[in-house]
C-alpha cells in the first residue's frame, strides 16, 4: 500500500527555514521520482521540485531556486525540501507525490499517481 507522511510544516518569520519531510512506504524511492508541489489560497497547485534518485537530477522552479533544496534519503525512505530564506508568497500547503517517470515532466501534476496529505507552510511576522 502506498503511503506518504508528510511533516515539518508550521509558522515561520520571514527569512527563516523549515525542513519538510515526506516519508514514503509501499514502494521504494529507485523506482520513482519525488516531487513536491504547494496551492497557495486561490491558485492552482504549482510545481516546487523534483527528485529522481535513480537519475541523480533535481529540478526547482524559478521561484525556489537557490533557496530551496531538495533531497532523498534511500535508507529512510524520506524525501526533504529544506526551504530556506522564506518569503511570505512561499505561503501554502505543500504536498508530496510520486511519478513513476523520472523528473522529465516534474511540473505536470497529471504525471504524479499518489499524493500526500498536504502540510501547512505559513511565512508571517
Known amino acids: 500500500q502506498v503511503q506518504f507522511v508528510e511533516s515539518g510544516g508550521g509558522l515561520v518569520q520571514p527569512g527563516g527555514s523549515l525542513r519538510l519531510s515526506c516519508e514514503v512506504s509501499g514502494f521504494t524511492l529507485d523506482n520513482y521520482a519525488i516531487g513536491w508541489f504547494r496551492r497557495a489560497p486561490g491558485k492552482e497547485r504549482e510545481g516546487v521540485s523534483c527528485?529522481?534518485?535513480?537519475?541523480?537530477?533535481?529540478h526547482y522552479a524559478d521561484s525556489v531556486k537557490g533557496r530551496f533544496t531538495i533531497s532523498g534519503d534511500n535508507a529512510k525512505n524520506t524525501v526533504y525540501l529544506q526551504m530556506n530564506a522564506l518569503k511570505p508568497e512561499d505561503t501554502a500547503v505543500y504536498f508530496c507525490?510520486?511519478?513513476?517517470?523520472?523528473?522529465?515532466?516534474?511540473?505536470?501534476?497529471?504525471?504524479?499517481?499518489?499524493w500526500g496529505q498536504g502540510t501547512q507552510v505559513t511565512v508571517s511576522s
Open positions: 527528485i529522481s534518485i535513480s537519475a541523480r537530477s533535481t
Open positions: 507525490a510520486r511519478t513513476p517517470e523520472t523528473c522529465s515532466k516534474w511540473t505536470d501534476k497529471n504525471e504524479y499517481d499518489y
